[in-house]
Antibody, heavy 117, light 104 residues
Framework: EVQLVQSGGGLVQPGGSLRLSCAASGFSVSSNYLSWVRQAPGKGLEWVSVLYSGGTTYYSASVKGRFTISRDTSRNTLYLQMNNLRQDDTAEYYC???????????WGQGTMVAVSS | EIVLTQSPGTLSLSPGERATLSCRASQSVDSSFIAWYQKKPGRPPRLLISEASTRATGIPDRFSGSGSGTDFTLTISRLEPEDFAVYYCQQRRNFGQGTNLEIK
């Protein structure tokens, strides 16, 4: 079955770190574009980061310098390392697979990140 | 940066009615990069339409997308009870703020 299964997340204090994982099955993380998208409580969808198949990465201005997207091809898993977390990073985080033209056709189930003291 | 503005913010309709949701871009965009998603509480977004008018796999044909330039539309021809949700348009890394389609 083609799917993305997420893990990680939880409650962390401001300034803390978390790593989100996204295990892919039925396709290879190395040959697809993969992204992270988040939704803060009561808000809309917000793009966070993308990892292209060739290894190029991009980040939204709000997370650049604090978050790192990466993949482990041996585990067929995508990661999002989040450092120096802020309260406005509180959100449900989704990993996604990109189709051509950057539409997201496959989504993980989501994982909640709450940043609070 | 391109800003996507969706209207209306909330749309109240009854099952069986036709829904028309709008997405306007702040400048002309390549329609290849326009997608629409359905979002229900506690579930991930679901891709409905890509490339402005191509239905995703498994999406019923009551959902259709159209538009070009700055104006794009998602139409649901006859609302089913399971269609009541929030709908988002997307252009590359930009999302609209969503339209809440609620039961009247």
């Amino acid at each position: 079955e083609v799917q993305l299964v997420q893990s990680g997340g939880g409650l962390v204090q401001p300034g803390g770190s978390l790593r989100l994982s996204c295990a892919a099955s039925g396709f290879s993380v190395s040959s697809n574009y993969l992204s992270w998208v988040r939704q803060a409580p009561g808000k809309g969808l917000e793009w966070v980061s993308v990892l292209y198949s060739g290894g190029t990465t991009y980040y939204s201005a709000s997370v650049k310098g604090r978050f790192t997207i990466s993949r482990d091809t041996s585990r067929n898993t995508l990661y999002l390392q989040m450092n120096n977390l802020r309260q406005d990073d509180t959100a449900e985080y989704y990993c996604t697979r990109n189709l051509a033209y950057e539409a997201y056709d496959l989504w993980g189930q989501g994982t909640m990140v709450a940043v609070s003291s | 940066e391109i800003v996507l503005t969706q209207s209306p913010g909330t749309l109240s309709l009854s099952p069986g009615e036709r829904a028309t949701l709008s997405c306007r871009a702040s400048q002309s965009v390549d329609s290849s990069f326009i997608a629409w998603y359905q979002k229900k509480p506690g579930r991930p977004p679901r891709l409905l339409i890509s490339e402005a008018s191509t239905r995703a796999t498994g999406i019923p044909d009551r959902f259709s997308g159209s538009g070009s330039g700055t104006d794009f539309t998602l139409t649901i021809s006859r609302l089913e009870p399971e269609d009541f949700a929030v709908y988002y348009c997307q252009q590359r890394r930009n999302f609209g703020q969503g339209t809440n389609l609620e039961i009247k």
